[in-house]
């Protein structure tokens, strides 16, 4: 059937397990009148993803739902997803990929990617005093220019 209009979000319409007709429950959320087997759209599926994961990311819940990003980022633009009215928490930290809702990193990542900015700095300081120690060992001008500022 090519009826794009109904079937942009995968509308399940008969039952995969016994055939019988599947009847909208609101929310995205579909159950055979026979069987009772629930079945989902793609916004159902997003939906209840990110109700089971607050703050994931579309690549997650692409991933975990096979629902498309494009999909998934126009039911945001319909704010017929509840994350929509707080999008920014679709935003992946780029060292973890935890869910963020600013910057590119979350604060755990940014506190060790400080940390250890702050480690090279302490080390390329320390090898250059050292480097300097061992070549300044003779000379007057030398000691000098080792005395630290303060
Ligand atoms: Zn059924
Ligand atoms: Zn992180």
Do not use: W
């Not at 609101?26 to 916004?43: K, S």
């Not at 997003?46 to 039911?75: D, F, M, N």
């Amino acid at each position: 059937m090519d009826c794009l209009g109904l079937d942009k979000y995968h509308r399940p319409h008969i039952c995969q397990k016994c055939g019988g007709v599947m009847i909208y429950k609101g929310v995205g959320e579909y159950h055979c009148e026979r069987c009772d087997e629930v079945a989902y759209d793609d916004y159902g599926k997003v939906r209840l993803y990110v109700e089971q994961h607050p703050g994931a990311t579309v690549v997650e819940a692409e991933a975990a739902t096979g629902v498309s990003r494009k999909t998934i980022r126009q039911l945001l633009r319909e704010e017929r997803l509840e994350v929509a009215a707080d999008s920014r928490s679709f935003l992946a930290c780029q060292a973890c990929g935890a869910p963020i809702r600013s910057g590119s990193f979350c604060p755990q990542c940014a506190q060790k990617r400080q940390k250890r900015m702050e480690e090279l700095a302490h080390r390329s300081i320390t090898e250059g005093m050292q480097g300097r120690m061992i070549s300044n060992t003779a000379g007057q001008e030398g000691a000098k220019r080792f005395t630290r500022d303060k």
